[in-house]
């Protein structure tokens, strides 16, 4: 219950400061440009709280339905608007002008982005040691030569000073099908570099899985088989785990650390083991059935236990990467535009076929990311922020009608034929903006359903 209730608290938060930020965009701009704003509400549907300032003709709202929210300018194809106000309606602007409102919007959210960016990097973060353990047999990095100990410094001609930042790198400067050059240090102090082919990157689907489809896995210690988590209802905690016990040993088998422990839960799916574990100064026995989940299309065993990782190890993995106040612009700059390109390219796959759908989100998933880094700590989720706002800028930038990028190509075809679209014709591309937007959620609601129930 705690978890759906932060589950849903982070989504808010999220969604709740995002929208008034792209709003406030297209507010703060419209009052810049003298175009009056009747309403700026966070939210729709029935108003919760409505209040004015003096000497201010918008009404601000907050609404019930905090899934989004919209600002309102006095405009005369809503409704009749005095004579004297005519010079500050939206639809009598300039076409500069009103596309200037309109772009603020996803402006605002990818500056927001970049505030954020920037107080992360001055802040510091912390990562894991950028260091290969295993290279796959016959995989791209093996092809390439690279081998266990080598430590990644650059990925093309940019710093990667944690593991998350190779994965990011690489992800965004090989996903476009360029080789790719990385260069490592290797554990006698030599440097090298190595080529990836960029033919062979193209091909991958992006994700997550990246890395590990180049046949790059990070170095990792051995870590002890000691429960450091329990799901409730889930076997490891109704066989009688509890956090803190160390599994010796598994049907009479050994077992020297928590990876071996995974291995041999995930091979025996829905079949009994029995566990000797280590529990304070006694020895006990246990017996557990894993349950049987489908992964990749192949069944597989579950227990719904963590690792207790040690402090020690920790230490000796984590590394502390922060900038001044003026190297962190650059940084917080480069980040957005790595994430917007990376966003496209995902895109762009998607719509030819050659990446999987399943890199979509809908709400729940959306819901699901937000308390999970809220969960880890303040910095994983402005991280989240930051990611979220980027994505929101660029959707709201696609040519669909509803959405900001639908109003531009709507005035770029204004500015090619020299008069606005007619009335009908703007309501089919709003119809056919709305079918498109519902489908789109659809499938996205589709995709993470069956995620969560795989």
Request: aromatic fraction near 8%; glycine fraction near 10%; avoid cysteine.
């Amino acid at each position: 219950m705690l978890d759906l209730l932060l589950k849903l608290g982070a989504f808010l938060v999220a969604i709740i400061v995002l929208v008034t930020v792209h709003e406030f965009g297209h507010f703060w701009v419209a009052r810049r440009l003298g175009v009056k704003v009747l309403r700026f509400s966070i939210g729709f549907g029935r108003p919760l709280l409505t209040w004015r300032r003096r000497d201010d003709p918008t009404e601000y709202v907050i609404a019930a339905i905090p899934a989004g929210g919209y600002v309102k300018m006095l405009d005369e194809r809503e409704e009749p608007v005095p004579e004297a106000e005519l010079a500050q309606a939206f639809n009598r602007q300039k076409l500069w002008i009103r596309s200037a409102i309109v772009v603020a919007g996803p402006a605002f959210n990818f500056l927001f982005a970049f505030l954020l960016y920037w107080l992360l990097f001055m802040a510091g973060q912390s990562g894991l040691k950028p260091e290969i353990g295993e290279v796959a047999p016959e995989s791209i990095a093996a092809e390439a030569g690279f081998e266990p100990g080598d430590l990644v410094l650059e990925v093309g001609d940019r710093p990667t000073p944690t593991w998350s930042s190779v994965w990011l790198t690489t992800l965004s400067e090989g996903i476009g099908g360029d080789d790719l050059n990385i260069r490592v240090q290797r554990p006698d102090g030599s440097e090298q570099v190595h080529i990836l082919n960029g033919d062979l990157l193209a091909d991958l689907e992006p994700g997550q899985g990246f890395l590990d489809a180049i046949g790059l896995q990070r170095a990792s210690p051995l870590i002890p088989a000691v429960i450091g988590e329990l799901i409730p209802g889930e076997p490891a905690a109704e066989a009688g785990l509890k956090v803190g016990d160390r599994v010796l040993q598994v049907d009479g088998v050994e077992i020297g650390d928590w990876q071996e422990l995974v291995e041999t839960v995930q091979a025996h799916p829905d079949q009994v083991l029995r566990l000797s574990i280590q529990r304070g100064a006694e020895r006990l026995m246990l017996s557990i059935r894993p349950r049987s989940v489908e992964v990749d299309g192949e069944q597989s065993g579950r227990i719904g236990a963590g690792v207790q990782f040690p402090d020690e190890l920790l230490d000796e993995q984590e590394v502390w990467v922060s900038y001044g106040p003026v190297e962190a612009i650059g940084q917080a700059a480069r980040r957005v535009v790595d994430v917007s390109v990376l966003t496209l390219q995902i895109v762009g796959k998607m719509l030819v076929g050659t990446a999987s759908v399943e890199n979509i989100s809908s709400p729940i998933g959306i819901a699901n990311a937000a308390g999970q880094t809220a969960s880890y700590g303040l910095s994983s989720f402005v991280q989240f922020l930051a990611l979220l706002s980027v994505s929101l800028g660029l959707i709201n930038l696609f040519p669909i009608p509803v959405l900001d990028g639908g109003h531009l190509l709507y005035f770029a075809i204004e500015g090619v034929i020299g008069r606005p679209l007619s009335d009908a014709v703007q309501e089919q591309g709003q119809r056919i903006g709305i079918a498109l937007l519902i489908s789109l959620m659809a499938l996205a609601f589709y995709v993470d359903i069956a995620r969560f129930l795989s």
